[in-house]
């Protein structure tokens, strides 16, 4: 069974302070690795991507990944309260050729406390 | 990013009754969507996989005949939930490829009475 593993969390930041969230993966093979974010009653959202080794910057958000140790993560700086949201990682299990499937981590809640 | 748009956004339906959602690609093709039920404070769950032109792929222990999924143009999937019952109360959410990410509809807020 590939999988990808999120701790549920929650995790609590002060607001300003830097978020760290983490994903680790089961399929040595993945290439393709995302970050979704989801409000509490709405569909998930796309903000970061990332398909190679190293960091991946993009405003306050880094995404970064070491396909070696089979892990992602996601920074966040300067933390703002909008920022409290379940954060999901995706990865793409590559179930065959010419197909292309997303497997979900179960996705860790951040609160940003004001 | 790529829209996929998810109609109706909330329904309320009788138990017995059957209700259908509608999911489409806006400004791309997909070939493939797939269909999420999500209950509250728990985790997307994969139901199943739309392929246009051919049946639909289901997870284990999703009921292929209470949950019809049609795909029948390269822009469009609708999930119809047949005889629906009250535990079939969830949030649906549909998402398509756009290689190499996928993105999601608004999801459907369904309550059956």
């Known amino acids: 069974q590939k999988e990808v593993e999120q701790n549920s969390g929650p995790l609590s930041v002060p607001e300003g302070a830097i978020a760290s969230l983490n994903c680790t993966y089961s399929?040595?093979?993945?290439?393709?690795f995302f970050w979704y974010r989801q409000y509490s009653g709405k569909s998930p959202e796309l903000i970061m991507s990332?398909?190679?080794?190293g960091d991946k910057e993009d405003g306050r958000f880094t995404a970064q990944l070491n396909k070696a140790s089979q892990y992602v993560s996601l920074l966040i700086r300067d933390s703002q309260p909008s920022d409290s949201a379940t954060y999901l990682c995706?990865?793409?299990?590559?179930?065959?050729?010419?197909?292309?499937?997303?497997?979900f981590g179960k996705g860790t809640k951040l609160s940003v406390i004001p | 990013g790529a829209v996929v748009s998810q109609h109706p956004s909330r329904v309320i339906c009788k138990s017995g009754t059957s209700v259908k959602i509608e999911c489409r690609s806006l400004?791309?093709?997909?070939?493939?969507m797939f269909w999420y039920r999500q209950f509250p404070k728990q985790s997307l769950m994969l139901m199943a996989t739309?392929?246009?032109?051919?049946?639909?792929?289901?997870e284990q222990g999703v009921e292929k005949d209470k949950f019809l999924i049609n795909h029948a143009s390269l822009t469009l999937s609708t999930l119809t939930v047949t005889s629906a019952h009250p535990e079939d109360s969830s949030f649906y959410i549909c998402?398509?490829?756009?290689?190499?990410?996928?993105?999601f509809g608004q999801g459907t807020r369904l309550t059956v009475v």
């Open positions: 998402s398509a490829n756009y290689v190499p990410e996928a993105f």
């Open positions: 399929d040595r093979g993945s290439q393709s």
């Open positions: 990332i398909y190679s080794n």
């Open positions: 995706a990865v793409n299990i590559g179930t065959g050729a010419g197909s292309y499937q997303l497997t």
């Open positions: 400004d791309f093709q997909a070939t493939t």
């Open positions: 739309s392929n246009e032109g051919s049946k639909a792929t289901y």
